[in-house]
């Protein structure tokens, strides 16, 4: 695991690529099938749960650096709830100008605070929103990580079948399902963050061919049998197999590739915001078919300077102090 910390930013700026290139294919589509490639766009919400995975993963790490809740959640609101504020607000604004000819300050309250999402399914921002009760709920994930390896994974059993029994009980849960179903890969990455280093998984040959073989199979055919919920759920295996894969790729790649994708790394929840908020927009005026492949080009780019101006008023307003409070 400390190859992919080390290289933990570029494969966040390779995860968000194939995320807005996932996005834009579902609507413009790929005109020529490539082998493996455009099956491999056509799967790219499965870039989140490596995402999930290593923000477990590192907040274990920060956890057992310093265990200052305070800290925690303070860190957490900056790199986070800030940055979605600065983004949503407008965003939200517009929205329920735009789209509803009533009641428009209530439907803006409801998408910005994420009810619109966790009681009616709007997907909007759903990954903020999602992870934001992650974070919240860490330090106790991280409490249950302490009583032992054994106690963990029965929690972990526990929270599979809640979620199963919440899926075919509770018709409330099919809005949120597609955030609930990612919590048990968060958990993992947890896990494994505590125990990382037994799991240096770069030296066990056995075992990267077994797991980047099933992480294969499962990225190219379970989700043509398979979807939604338990596609989600599947979508958990082939995290190790992509994490090898891309640490992997990463060191055997000149420093300045490195380094153009540690730096969309570095704005990956930025550049998800700015790219959602704009696909949106563009969707609502159907402006997207006009354009055709080049979307391909634009909305990474159009996301990626949308992106930096969110950082650097992030970063003004903590470094005012504005957020202390």
């Given at each position: ?14 995860l968000?690529?194939w ?40 907040l ?35 929205k ?38 992650f ?30 029994g ?8 099919q ?30 040959k ?40 891309l640490s ?48 391909y ?6 996301s ?18 504005i957020?202390?409070?």
């Open positions: 695991m400390d190859l992919v910390l080390k290289y933990r930013n570029s494969i966040y700026g390779f968000i690529l995320i807005v290139f996932f996005h834009i294919e579902r609507v413009i589509g790929i005109p020529v099938s490539i082998l493996i490639v455009t099956p491999f766009i056509q799967r790219g919400n499965a870039a989140v749960d490596v995402f999930l995975f290593l923000s477990g993963f590192c274990c790490l920060s956890l057992f650096k310093n265990s200052s809740l305070k800290r925690f959640y303070t860190k957490r609101f900056n790199r986070v709830v800030l940055s979605y504020l600065i983004i949503a607000i407008p965003f939200f604004f517009w329920s100008i735009e789209e509803f000819s009533s009641m428009r300050l209530a439907h803006f309250f409801f998408d910005l605070s994420g009810l619109s999402f966790w009681l009616d399914g709007c997907q909007n921002a759903w990954f903020v929103h999602a992870i934001i009760v974070y919240i709920i860490t330090p106790l994930l991280y409490k249950i990580v302490q009583n032992g390896f054994m106690f963990s994974f029965l929690c972990l059993g526990v929270l599979y079948s809640l979620i199963f919440a899926y075919y009980l509770s018709p409330a849960y809005f949120s399902s597609i955030a609930w179903t990612r919590l048990p890969i968060f958990f993992i990455g947890i896990i494994m963050g505590y125990y990382y280093p037994h799991f240096d998984f770069h030296s066990r056995c075992f990267v061919g077994l797991s980047v073989l099933l992480g294969i199979v499962l990225i190219l055919f379970v989700p043509s049998s398979l979807k939604g919920f338990y596609s989600w759920l599947l979508y958990a295996f082939i995290v190790i197999p992509l994490l090898w894969v992997s790729t990463f060191k055997r790649l000149p420093e300045f590739v490195n380094s153009v994708f540690s730096s969309l790394g570095k704005m990956s929840l930025e550049i998800y915001l700015c790219h959602i908020m704009i696909w949106h927009i563009i969707r609502f005026y159907k402006l997207e078919m006009s354009v055709g492949m080049w979307m080009l634009l909305l990474p780019v159009i990626y300077i949308c992106s930096i101006m969110v950082v650097n008023i992030s970063n003004r307003l903590v470094n005012k102090n957020t202390k409070v």
